[in-house]
């Protein structure tokens, strides 16, 4: 079927118009945006052309790209130029514009081959982010290297690899890599894929040290909740996010995927699909989370058709990506607070969850429960939680008073 010819002023208007019905201000949509868009517009006039071309946008978008790599503009003004023709492409694709937050892509991108071989992969494994960042990692080394395959590599490449990876990674981080890469190529075997035997080279053990990570105690939960401002539509929101992640122990890129429909409100119960397992995870919906939720809800959120609870809070409203902003939020409420943050002291937004697992610990909940709540399938991932329990360690430490002390002099 021949696509309707379209005339670029004729887009420029549409495009505007539904701009603005995305919720957009219009001090926003008239004085940041408009110039950007009629740009475009105005490219096609000075060259005498009034139906849209794709390769006339193309050409729009070499020029802009031009002027930035000569200094001619700034890259300000140069994303805007951009995303003005992908309004025009888009629109002249579909017949009208949709919008989902810019998500992180992976710096290891991967040949068709080579990205069956993880897809497959990681369709037979459970913690699915922990092994694609290391499989991702392993494969773009060969292919890095020029090899298109795993039957045209050898075990020398994957020694190569090994010794490029310990010299550039922490001793924690190396063992998970070994880890993960050697159930890949178990995984290849018992496939009857083509590679090489490396069963062995990764089975090498790497001593992983395990450091006491802080967590959000109580007192600093309150002090951040304090700074919420709950009269506007962003503090619901944010309060309703910060208690998930308290009473429940969510992670945040699930608490960013929540559905309307993940939450059984009679039954006070919330359904949800981990990111990181697949694995599904039944929690209670206690009521200072369910309370929080309902204000957003009802109050706070925008009109949209969008199926996650939480949305953007400046237009346009789509889902948030993941969960970095999320945690970015956190990080700003703790600042507010007084919290003085420092690098890996645990009091990020994950540190609610280690919160959870640390008061359930100290009120004698049986670390089976802590697993089952926090989603872990491996009981050995929630022992990790037993050292935030000071208190209850103490009385497994050792009685010296028997022991008899001696000072001597040199």
Aim: glycine fraction near 8%.
């Amino acid at each position: 079927m021949t696509k309707q010819t379209l005339s670029v002023t004729e887009m420029f208007s549409s495009i505007m118009e539904l701009l603005e019905q995305a919720g957009y201000a219009k001090h926003t949509l008239w004085g940041n945006m408009y110039g950007s868009i009629r740009s475009v517009v105005s490219f096609y006039h000075e060259k005498g052309i009034c139906d849209y071309d794709p390769a006339v946008t193309l050409e729009f978008l070499q020029t802009v790209e031009r002027r930035y790599r000569d200094g001619e503009i700034c890259r300000e003004y140069y994303n805007a130029q951009k995303r003005a023709a992908r309004k025009f492409e888009m629109f002249h694709a579909t017949g009208t514009l949709t919008w989902e937050c810019t998500k992180r892509t992976s710096r290891y991108q991967l040949n068709e081959e080579y990205s069956r071989l993880l897809d497959a992969f990681l369709s037979h494994e459970n913690t699915k982010w922990d092994f694609a960042w290391a499989v991702r990692r392993y494969l773009s080394f060969f292919q890095e290297k020029g090899i298109p395959s795993l039957d045209r590599a050898s075990i020398n490449d994957s020694r190569e690899f090994v010794i490029g990876a310990a010299a550039s990674m922490a001793a924690g981080s190396l063992h998970n890599l070994l880890c993960y890469v050697r159930q890949f190529h178990i995984f290849l075997k018992d496939s009857g894929e083509k590679a090489p035997d490396c069963i062995s080279l990764f089975s090498y053990h790497v001593p992983r040290k395990m450091p006491v990570r802080g967590y959000v105690s109580d007192e600093e939960l309150t002090a951040i909740i304090g700074q919420v401002d709950t009269s506007t539509s962003m503090g619901k929101r944010d309060k309703g996010i910060i208690m998930l992640g308290a009473t429940t122990g969510l992670r945040a890129v699930d608490i960013a995927r929540l559905k309307l429909t993940d939450i059984d409100w009679i039954r006070e119960e919330i359904h949800v699909m981990q990111s990181k397992t697949g694995g599904m995870l039944y929690l209670p919906l206690l009521p200072e989370a369910g309370e929080s939720i309902k204000d957003y809800i009802l109050n706070g959120r925008p009109d949209s058709d969008a199926p996650e609870i939480f949305l953007r809070e400046k237009a346009p409203f789509v889902p948030m990506a993941s969960g970095v902003g999320i945690g970015y939020m956190f990080d700003c409420y703790c600042k507010k607070a007084g919290i003085d943050r420092k690098p890996f002291d645990g009091k990020g937004f994950h540190g609610l969850r280690r919160r959870l697992a640390r008061n359930m610990l100290v009120s004698g909940t049986p670390v089976t429960t802590i697993a089952q709540v926090l989603g872990h399938q491996n009981l050995d991932t929630a022992k990790q939680y037993l050292s935030l329990d000071s208190q209850n360690l103490k009385t497994c430490a050792l009685d010296f008073s028997c022991v008899p002390l001696e000072r001597r002099f040199p």
